[in-house]
């Protein structure tokens, strides 16, 4: 399993070490110009991987704050959608989709990232977005990280999804690889559980994963994730013997349009939605 986390963090590396020396000359005279001025330029969305934009919970932006690593940034945000590459650049941007609230109608955002380098290591000086009603939408109700409502003791059934780009390390999926956040996001959604669902009957915790990998590996990592938020979930008061952990591996896709094989970053970003753990409550009629 260890083989299997370098060889696609050195793929990830690689591909991004090739996808960023063809591009600097070319942003140099957009972004570079408009930098020298003071001013705040996005890239054209045409350049987004993927160029819909990338579905992710309106909380992760509002983490990202001043003095995080680069390091820090991708765990919570993923790699950057737009081709700066990853290493000697100043500025990451990102084109996230969130939903309104409206059915299924969402907004797509361009959010930047600006580092400084003034310890010799690169850290978050300033986050921007393109749109002022992006920053209004992420900071409302809709960031929040699950949804509570009034305590119920008929509800059949509620389903619960968690993007583990934003609850585990690159990669990871024990409980040594959770993130901070990540950690407080399950202790939510306990709450919101126990809050809401006063005869449980069931709690199904499954984990999937990308289809990056093997089959062996991936059914492996998504089981342990299940098995982690499933053992949170415990240590918050709620009863073993009714939950069970489950790993699916790559079965049950969000998303299938995405092209390619490699383990580039274009790839792991349009295969984000696809990595999840997925909390399936039933209580008694």
């Known amino acids: 399993m260890n083989n299997s986390k370098l060889t696609r963090l050195h793929a990830v590396i690689d591909a991004v070490r090739i996808a960023g020396m063809g591009v600097m000359g070319a942003l140099a005279i957009g972004i570079g110009a408009a930098q020298a ?7 054209d969305l045409s350049g987004a991987h993927p160029r819909t934009g990338a579905f992710i919970g309106p909380d992760h932006p509002t983490r990202i704050r001043p003095g995080l690593n680069k390091d820090q940034v991708m765990l919570e945000l993923g790699v950057p959608h737009f081709d700066e590459g990853l290493f000697g650049v100043s500025e990451w941007d990102y084109a996230f989709n969130f939903y309104t609230g409206k059915g299924n109608e969402y907004l797509t955002c361009q959010f930047k990232v600006k580092f400084d380098k003034a ?10 977005w393109k749109d002022p009603g992006c920053a209004q939408l992420v900071q409302g109700p809709a960031a929040a990280p699950v949804a509570s409502g009034p305590a119920c003791e008929s509800c059949a059934q509620k389903t619960f999804s968690l ?26 959604l306990a709450q919101v559980i126990r809050t809401n669902f006063k005869s449980v009957e069931q709690v199904v915790v ?21 098995s982690t938020v499933r053992a949170l979930l415990v240590g918050q008061n709620m009863q073993a013997q009714q939950i069970r952990a489950v790993g699916l591996g790559k079965k049950n896709p969000v998303v299938t349009s995405c092209e390619g094989e490699a383990a580039t970053p274009q790839l792991i970003s349009c295969l ?13 009629q």
């Open 37 to 43: 001025q003071g001013q705040i330029a996005f890239p």
């Open 119 to 128: 310890d010799g290591s690169y850290r978050v000086a300033s986050t921007h």
């Open 163 to 188: 993007q583990t780009d934003g609850l585990f390390r690159f990669d990871g999926g024990g409980e040594a690889d959770l993130l901070s956040n990540g950690r407080e996001r399950i202790t939510a």
């Open 206 to 226: 499954t984990g999937y994963t990308d289809r990056i990998g093997t089959d062996e590996y991936n059914d492996a990592l998504s089981l342990v994730r299940a």
């Open 272 to 284: 984000q939605p696809n990595r999840r753990v997925v909390v399936e409550v039933s209580a008694a």
